[in-house]
């Protein structure tokens, strides 16, 4: 059953159509010195090869912003610069060929400063990101509203301030490390405003924890329909935050181009390590796009019928595993052919 998707304003980042029903692109950030070009492309190019839509990029620096025309010419996917404080950062990120950028107006010097940053965005084609997270929202909104109330106010007025400018090129984020505070404030926004919708859980936390708190808080809003790019922020591996975010959108069918390894918490009928077997396998097909149910099962009884609905899979044996697709018994095969086995039978599916 596909879900409703809450109808937003279509934006272009770069040439990646954002909101107005346009499927929800994956999103990660580099934690390369921007300032090391080489390095910087490397890591973008991974992000690419994983199945990454968007990439921002931090440019804190002079530095930073003169190695932005070499990893543009370099990478094909869409940069968002992300800047704070200096708005002549911003403009220079724009005219160096970034597809947008993330401000928070309220940080960059007053409204001529916003002003400035909007005419390059404008002449160049790029996005803005409005970022209004709870860390960065004004004092004077804090002292006076909830947590939830003075985030979305300080969307709403950073937004307008770039709708009078003239800006058409507008995507907002509202966060906070409080999952619950997170859902409000999206939810308050999307009622008032139908600008696209960048959603996540700022400060989420290591890779056990950031997944789970990212999942319930991202997972539920768009299980909403709210929610049109997404980053699921660990501290951790950013490729990792790639993976995930595109499980996430696979398993509420929203994307259909991830190999999905399944595999049974095993018991005492489990034979072989079924653990071992699915992560090896797993991370052979993490890059491949394709839309596929792969099963690791330990016994007869999980495979092939707890699992038919797998286009292929093995139920585990004392010996070695029955090889089995759409829930048929194919053939058995040995304890050492059972990884190698998969990965054939992936590849035949995945070149039909």
């Given at each position: 059953m596909a879900l409703r998707r809450e109808q937003t304003k279509r934006i272009m980042v770069g040439k990646l159509a954002v909101g107005g029903g346009a499927p929800v692109s994956v999103q990660t950030m580099t934690n390369t010195l921007t300032s090391d070009a080489a390095a910087t492309i490397r890591q973008i190019r991974a992000f690419e090869q994983a199945g990454c839509d968007i990439v921002r990029l931090s440019v804190p620096d002079e530095a930073s912003l003169k190695a932005l025309p070499a990893i543009r010419r370099a990478v094909a996917l869409p940069l968002i610069a992300d800047i704070h404080f200096n708005h002549r950062l911003a403009i220079g990120a724009i005219e160096a060929g970034c597809d947008g950028v993330r401000i928070n107006p309220g940080n960059i010097g007053g409204p001529e400063n916003v002003r400035e940053v909007a005419r390059a965005a404008i002449a160049h084609g790029a996005a803005i990101r409005v970022g209004s997270n709870l860390g960065s929202v004004r004092r004077e909104l804090l002292a006076t509203h909830d947590n939830v109330t003075a985030i979305v106010e300080?969307?709403?007025?950073?937004?307008?301030?770039?709708?009078?400018?003239?800006v058409a090129n507008i995507k907002v984020a509202l966060k906070s490390s409080d999952v619950l505070e997170t859902l409000q404030a999206y939810r308050r926004f999307a009622q008032l405003s139908d600008w696209p919708l960048h959603v996540g859980v700022t400060e989420a936390g290591t890779l056990f924890s950031g997944l789970i708190r990212s999942s319930v808080g991202i997972g539920a809003l768009l299980l909403e329909g709210l929610g049109d790019t997404?980053?699921?922020?660990l501290s951790d591996d950013p490729l990792k935050e790639v993976l995930a975010a595109r499980t996430l959108l696979e398993a509420l069918d929203l994307r259909h181009d991830l190999i999905h390894v399944i595999a049974c918490p095993t018991c005492a009928r489990s034979c072989g390590d079924v653990a071992g077997i699915a992560r090896e396998v797993e991370a052979a097909v993490a890059n491949?796009?394709?839309?596929?149910?792969?099963?690791?099962?330990?016994?007869?009884?999980?495979?092939p019928g707890e699992a038919r609905h797998a286009d292929l899979g093995v139920a585990c044996e004392k010996n070695g595993a029955m090889l089995f697709k759409h829930g048929e018994p194919v053939r058995r095969i040995t304890t050492t052919e059972i990884v190698s086995t998969l990965l054939t039978e992936i590849e035949k599916e995945t070149s039909l």
């Amino acid at each position: 059953m596909a879900l409703r998707r809450e109808q937003t304003k279509r934006i272009m980042v770069g040439k990646l159509a954002v909101g107005g029903g346009a499927p929800v692109s994956v999103q990660t950030m580099t934690n390369t010195l921007t300032s090391d070009a080489a390095a910087t492309i490397r890591q973008i190019r991974a992000f690419e090869q994983a199945g990454c839509d968007i990439v921002r990029l931090s440019v804190p620096d002079e530095a930073s912003l003169k190695a932005l025309p070499a990893i543009r010419r370099a990478v094909a996917l869409p940069l968002i610069a992300d800047i704070h404080f200096n708005h002549r950062l911003a403009i220079g990120a724009i005219e160096a060929g970034c597809d947008g950028v993330r401000i928070n107006p309220g940080n960059i010097g007053g409204p001529e400063n916003v002003r400035e940053v909007a005419r390059a965005a404008i002449a160049h084609g790029a996005a803005i990101r409005v970022g209004s997270n709870l860390g960065s929202v004004r004092r004077e909104l804090l002292a006076t509203h909830d947590n939830v109330t003075a985030i979305v106010e300080s969307a709403l007025d950073n937004v307008k301030l770039l709708e009078d400018l003239g800006v058409a090129n507008i995507k907002v984020a509202l966060k906070s490390s409080d999952v619950l505070e997170t859902l409000q404030a999206y939810r308050r926004f999307a009622q008032l405003s139908d600008w696209p919708l960048h959603v996540g859980v700022t400060e989420a936390g290591t890779l056990f924890s950031g997944l789970i708190r990212s999942s319930v808080g991202i997972g539920a809003l768009l299980l909403e329909g709210l929610g049109d790019t997404v980053r699921i922020s660990l501290s951790d591996d950013p490729l990792k935050e790639v993976l995930a975010a595109r499980t996430l959108l696979e398993a509420l069918d929203l994307r259909h181009d991830l190999i999905h390894v399944i595999a049974c918490p095993t018991c005492a009928r489990s034979c072989g390590d079924v653990a071992g077997i699915a992560r090896e396998v797993e991370a052979a097909v993490a890059n491949l796009k394709a839309n596929l149910t792969v099963a690791v099962m330990g016994c007869i009884v999980n495979g092939p019928g707890e699992a038919r609905h797998a286009d292929l899979g093995v139920a585990c044996e004392k010996n070695g595993a029955m090889l089995f697709k759409h829930g048929e018994p194919v053939r058995r095969i040995t304890t050492t052919e059972i990884v190698s086995t998969l990965l054939t039978e992936i590849e035949k599916e995945t070149s039909l």
